[in-house]
């Protein structure tokens, strides 16, 4: 089984996926945000987990247990990781109806249980995060967007911020300086633990809302629910598109 689809607000459920099984799975660092599905998409096995919880109360982002949603997908089989994230634009070229790539992010979380690393292994385990993406996953998924002609920005900076609240427009401008083009709250520690597990991880952001000050337009989270409906759809046929590679 290589690949894993992490799926975050607005992709609650894979539209298409044909559910084989589903895997409660139980990890030394408790239990992943839902039983993991594993099904058949676009004619290929895959795995399905919604980092946001399958129940009625949707886990925000600050309590999400990254550690067991990684370690849960590397125990089911997952060679590889394809997360999607709901975003904010700081980027004026970073629009709805484009999909972004990251290539890379900004840490700027903060009281999660953000690494494996519990002093125990006897190591010290610095791992290289110089490129936080996997170069050959995000060319493939830049190659998919290509083939099939969707719009897409293929770099772009991520910053990944505590939530659940929003930002205010001064930490926008923050980030703006400090190079950011996005801002999403579910990045990290998801990409760092992919990384300490060696397991290969890219990102798919679908902007559903100018950042906090960058429009005149107050955010609301109608338009963002609205807008979703619009971005899942353009993630669908590009994991379409890149399952047919
Ligand atoms: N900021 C941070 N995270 C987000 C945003 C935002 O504006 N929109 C969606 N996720």
Not at 138 to 151: C, H, K, S, T
């Amino acid at each position: 089984m290589s690949l894993a689809i992490i799926g975050g607000t607005g992709l609650n459920t894979l539209a298409g996926l044909e559910v084989l099984a589903s895997h409660a799975v139980d990890t030394p660092y408790g239990q992943p945000s839902m039983a993991i599905e594993e099904g058949v998409y676009g004619g290929r096995k895959l795995l399905f987990l919604h980092r946001h919880g399958g129940r009625a109360q949707p886990i925000p982002p600050h309590l999400v247990n990254y550690r067991a949603n990684i370690w849960a997908l590397r125990e089911l089989g997952a060679e590889r990781i394809l997360a999607a994230n709901a975003v904010g634009a700081i980027n004026a070229g970073m629009v709805p109806g484009k999909l972004v790539v990251p290539h890379q992010l900004i840490d700027y979380t903060w009281g999660r249980e953000h690494s494996f690393d519990d002093g125990s292994s006897g190591e010290l385990l610095h791992v290289d995060f110089t490129h936080p993406y996997d170069g050959e996953l995000r060319d493939e998924i830049l190659g998919a967007a290509l083939a099939v002609g969707l719009p897409h920005v293929a770099t772009a900076v991520l910053g990944v911020v505590q939530g659940p609240r929003l930002e205010s427009a001064a930490e926008v401008r923050r980030f703006a300086n400090d190079g950011c083009d996005l801002l999403g709250m579910t990045g990290m520690p998801e990409a760092a633990l992919a990384r300490e597990l060696a397991i290969p991880y890219a990102a798919v952001c679908m902007v559903v809302n100018a950042a906090a000050g960058v429009s005149e337009k107050p955010i609301s989270m109608d338009d963002i629910r609205q807008t979703l409906l619009q971005e899942t759809a353009l993630f669908g046929a590009l994991l379409k598109a890149f399952l047919e590679q």
